[in-house]
């Protein structure tokens, strides 16, 4: 990644922050990836950029719905400093925000952690849901299933709701539920009219001059579960529009699931950048080689 002379903030697994002054904060999405939380040594060429586009999408889609925190994803409107070439399409200029401690996840379908949880003991993040559900089953309507921000390396924990309003305050904690699920509706709707099922996603929300903002990145590959709708059912998992090449490579590894990671061969790295490309291309109908800086 290139070496941008601002103030560095943080690093996260795929983001890079920077303070841009006057309030504002630079993301970079670089094309890290990670998966059972080891960053992998290969980075998957463009995945940064296209969690840029589809962010910008989404963030706009839902201006009706909540404020978004994005200001700019042009490098021309970027700090003299940030104005690189190499940083093409993948930098958000955003309003810097007062984030909540929580993490924003609803669940459309069971899945994944859920589906863990459900088969042990009937529960979803406290709540009974019907005997006899299948996995990637939907669930009879979207539900708001709070978590902690783990560290970097470290598990998020699941929070009931009562758990999350000890947290942010029993106001808070129902307008981000209620922002959440409203958001996940409109782009589940939209993505199933483009053949995609949103299974379940994760948001971040902060504070912005008083007001409840979506922040980060959204409904993206990397924070959501895309399904093919053709190939869903309930009672297996279908392919995922993500990192499932790495996930299924690693899978067919004895590996410990801890650093360091096994090497990605070329057509894992290549299958990888091709489902996160047929993600954003089938959700926007745009070409990903119109966004700046993609190919």
């Known amino acids: 990644m290139a070496e941008i002379d601002l103030p560095h903030l943080s690093s996260g697994k795929v983001r890079d922050i920077y303070d841009a002054g006057g309030g504002r904060l630079l993301l970079v999405a670089s094309d890290r990836i990670s998966a059972f939380d080891v960053?992998?040594?290969?980075?998957?060429?463009?995945?940064?950029?296209v969690l840029t586009a589809m962010s910008a999408f989404w963030f706009d889609l839902f201006a009706d719905v909540v404020p978004g925190h994005l200001i700019s994803t042009d490098l021309a409107d970027l700090p003299?400093?940030?104005?690189?070439?190499?940083?093409?399409?993948?930098?958000?200029?955003?309003?810097?925000?007062?984030?909540l401690p929580i993490e924003c996840i609803v669940r459309g379908y069971i899945t994944g952690s859920?589906?863990?949880?459900?088969?042990?003991?009937g529960t979803m993040n406290g709540e009974v849901l019907p005997e006899g559900m299948q996995e990637s089953e939907?669930?009879?309507?979207?539900?708001?299933?709070?978590?902690?921000?783990?560290?970097?390396?470290?598990?998020?924990?699941?929070?009931?709701?009562?758990?999350?309003?000890?947290?942010?305050?029993?106001d808070l904690a129902a307008q981000a539920r209620d922002v959440s699920i409203r958001v996940y509706q409109r782009g589940a709707e939209w993505a199933a009219e483009r053949g995609i099922v949103i299974a379940d996603t994760k948001f971040e929300?902060?504070?912005?001059?008083?007001?409840?903002?979506?922040?980060?990145?959204?409904?993206?590959?990397?924070?959501?579960?895309?399904?093919?709708?053709?190939?869903?059912?309930?009672?297996?998992?279908?392919?995922?529009?993500?990192?499932?090449?790495?996930?299924?490579?690693l899978d067919?590894?004895?590996?410990?699931?801890?650093?360091?990671?096994?090497?990605?061969?070329?057509?894992?790295?290549?299958?990888?950048r091709a489902r996160y490309i047929e993600a954003y291309e089938r959700i926007t109908g745009l070409s990903f080689a119109d966004w700046p800086g993609g190919a």
């Not at 960053?39 to 950029?49: A, F, L, Q, S, Y």
């Not at 003299?80 to 984030?99: T, W």
């Not at 709070?146 to 998020?156: A, M, N, R, V």
């Open 80 to 99: 003299a400093a940030a104005q690189l070439p190499q940083l093409e399409g993948r930098v958000m200029l955003c309003k810097r925000a007062e984030m």
């Open 39 to 49: 960053i992998m040594d290969e980075p998957i060429p463009d995945k940064g950029r």
């Open 205 to 249: 929300l902060g504070m912005v001059d008083g007001q409840l903002t979506l922040a980060d990145e959204v409904l993206t590959p990397d924070s959501s579960r895309f399904w093919p709708a053709d190939q869903w059912k309930p009672g297996a998992t279908p392919p995922s529009f993500d990192k499932q090449p790495v996930r299924d490579f």
């Open 252 to 272: 067919g590894l004895d590996w410990d699931k801890s650093p360091p990671p096994p090497p990605l061969g070329a057509e894992v790295v290549a299958a990888t």
């Open 138 to 170: 939907q669930l009879p309507e979207p539900v708001f299933t709070p978590s902690t921000k783990g560290e970097l390396g470290e598990h998020d924990i699941n929070l009931s709701f009562d758990e999350a309003v000890k947290l942010v305050g029993p």
């Open 114 to 121: 859920a589906w863990k949880q459900y088969k042990t003991d």
